[in-house]
């Protein structure tokens, strides 16, 4: 091993020392990148363009009627039959699409059934979907889909329950584009290789400035016989979709109204560690993903995934995003080569950043939201932020979390709640993932300052002149990049403690075992707290750290080290290509699992 050129530097005394928080902090709060200002505009106002309702034509007054892409809406059902009445709480979420994205944007199998009717506008159909899920019944994981054209008016084209789904063909028009309080409407056509439909719909004036849409659907079979008649009611509001609904056919009536949103429930927010018992055993297996409809069928994942590195639940689900949709789409082993979609939700907008804690998912947007899920797809809180958060939330205790968003605004919450602790500002922009370790949470911000925060309190420790691309803490030292070097700083006093180049282009950097982990296009090293090198070994384009094992991803092979930094597996990788030029990887308990660009991967694990 070459000699450390800095081997023999300790503290260097031309460093200056850190500022405590009563210093005067020499660079002025006001001063950003204006570049990056420049961009969170751009992309803050192409999602407003893309969402608002003037791409849905603000000029008809059906568009008036539609949610916002993002909404979300808590509602009570009560269902009768003869004389028992059952309540149920869902959560429904609207999603605005247009073009393809749309046709994507739901099971293939169902996707497919809406053929001619939607395919031949793929290029400009404009829709509106709905996803609905239960909140009091877990088990009950089928969620129910509805699919709107609103290119003009607003027509159902497609829904899709747990128990039956129905494909109109043209269209069922539940608002014309020009509805007004006294307008008549009907249609008809086929509802799905069994049946026809035909519908007798009026609006009328409702309170609040609403409408109230009132009528009948008639089914037949394709033979002309008669066979459920469905006296429908529903109140729409501007903004906010069908406020209230009732369905009443044969014995079975159905009321449906919004609620306040209920107390989010408390899913554990806790994981447990990662060990890997003998990685030497492991072996490679290649997945699928499909998706399935239960009327409809399984068939292949129709959208595309995001470059989103995926999350893994504690109860064992791997939570993907999609590109073009937005969607978070929850998966879970089916057969030997197969993975099934269990659950899709939408929290609107631009996906940013995706993080899991326990059975919490949380997802930043270019909605400037935070917003969470549990496992089973239910939606659990939300909160605004002051702009952009480019960098995924991070532990920082068994039910606590800490975001910064581009603003420098740094905010510690519950992860069960949402609910926010304490928050500071660094006064600069932030674009860096915070390092949170022996009670600090260090923030590095653009304007050339880390900072460490307590991270109980909130109370600023120490800040110093570093502009960090990368820190991690281990033990009682702070490891921040900046340049090409790691410079280590004291956790209590922010005192300089050594500091160790490393080459190349950075591509990561972990905390494992006492040791900070830099990985770089050149080479990976392995430093210990008192900075010495113990391993270097080659190009590394990731890392995925566990508990007592470290897997690092090269352009052509991996290799699994352990905790005294030794090679004690590896393998050789699928070349990259033109269109995939990372590693994107998530580690389990029994393995890791490698991304490919579309819904394949790989798992290698212990299989005995």
């Avoid at 590195?309 to 995003?321: D, F, K, N, W, Y």
């Avoid at 090293?525 to 270097?536: D, F, L, Y």
């Avoid at 029994?590 to 798992?603: K, P, Q, R, S």
Wanted: proline share 5%.
């Amino acid at each position: 091993m070459p000699a450390d050129p800095l081997g023999s530097v300790a503290v260097n005394p031309t460093w200056p020392p850190p500022r405590s928080d009563a210093a005067q902090s020499r660079r002025p709060w006001w001063l950003p990148l204006v570049v990056v200002a420049v961009v969170a505009l751009l992309i803050a106002t192409t999602t407003y363009v893309a969402n608002s309702t003037v791409i849905f034509g603000r000029a008809a007054t059906a568009a008036q009627y539609l949610p916002p892409d993002g909404a979300v809406a808590f509602e009570r059902t009560d269902t009768t039959r003869e004389l028992k009445t059952t309540i149920g709480t869902t959560v429904t979420e609207s999603a605005r699409f247009t073009g393809v994205a749309a046709l994507l944007s739901v099971d293939s199998r169902l996707s497919a059934a809406m053929g001619k009717e939607a395919f031949d506008e793929k290029g400009t159909i404009k829709a509106w979907r709905t996803i609905t899920t239960q909140l009091n019944d877990p088990a009950a994981l089928a969620q129910t889909i509805r699919f709107y054209r609103v290119t003009a008016g607003v027509d159902l084209l497609a829904a899709s329950t747990p128990t039956e789904g129905y494909v109109y063909s043209p269209g069922l028009i539940l608002l014309p584009a020009d509805v007004h309080a006294g307008s008549r409407w009907s249609s008809a056509g086929s509802a799905g290789d069994a049946l026809d439909y035909r519908s007798e719909l009026q609006a009328d004036v409702a309170s609040d400035g609403c409408l109230k849409v009132s009528g009948e659907v008639r089914y037949l079979s394709k033979q002309g016989q008669l066979g459920r008649i469905v006296s429908l009611n529903q109140t729409w509001c501007q903004g906010l979709g069908i406020v209230a609904e009732s369905q009443s056919f044969a014995d079975v009536h159905t009321t449906t109204s919004r609620i306040e949103t209920p107390a989010p429930s408390t899913p554990t927010t806790t994981n447990t560690p990662i060990q890997w018992s003998a990685p030497q055993r492991w072996t490679g297996r290649n997945f699928g993903t499909i998706s399935i409809n239960p009327t409809f069928g399984e068939g292949p994942m129709a959208s595309t995934p995001a470059s989103l590195t995926p999350v893994q639940t504690e109860s064992g689900l791997i939570i993907r995003a999609t590109y073009g949709q937005d969607d978070l789409v929850a998966t879970t082993p089916k057969t030997l080569s197969e993975w099934t979609s269990v659950w899709r939700t939408h929290p609107g907008g631009t996906i940013l950043t995706l993080a899991a804690f326990g059975n919490v998912i949380i997802a930043t947007t270019s909605n400037r939201e935070v917003v969470a899920y549990s496992d089973t797809g239910i939606r659990l809180w939300q909160f605004a932020v002051d702009d952009l958060a480019p960098t995924p939330p991070v532990r920082a205790g068994d039910r606590e979390a800490v975001l910064v968003d581009l603003a420098g605004v740094i905010r510690t919450f519950d992860l069960g709640t949402g609910a926010v602790r304490w928050q500071h500002t660094v006064g600069s922009d932030v674009n860096v993932t915070p390092a949170v370790g022996s009670g600090v949470v260090v923030i590095m911000d653009r304007g050339g300052t880390t900072t460490a925060f307590d991270v109980g309190t909130g109370k600023r420790r120490w800040h110093l002149d570093l502009l960090g691309r990368g820190a991690t803490v281990i033990g009682d030292t702070v490891v921040v990049l900046q340049d090409q070097a790691a410079h280590a700083l004291a956790v209590d006093t922010g005192l300089h403690r050594w500091v160790r180049p490393y080459f190349g282009t950075l591509t990561g950097l972990a905390g494992f075992a006492n040791y900070a982990v830099v990985a770089t296009k050149g080479e990976c090293i392995m430093i210990n707290e008192a900075g010495v090198i113990i391993k270097r070994l080659g190009p590394a384009l990731a890392l995925t750290p566990t508990q007592d094992h470290l897997a690092v991803w090269g352009a052509s092979d991996a290799q699994v080290l352990d905790s005294s930094g030794a090679v004690i597996t590896g393998w050789s990788l699928s070349p990259l290509t033109i269109a995939k030029q990372d590693r994107v990887a998530l580690a389990s308990s029994n393995g890791v699992l490698l991304f490919n660009a579309d819904w394949t991967f790989e798992v290698r694990e212990d299989v005995g």
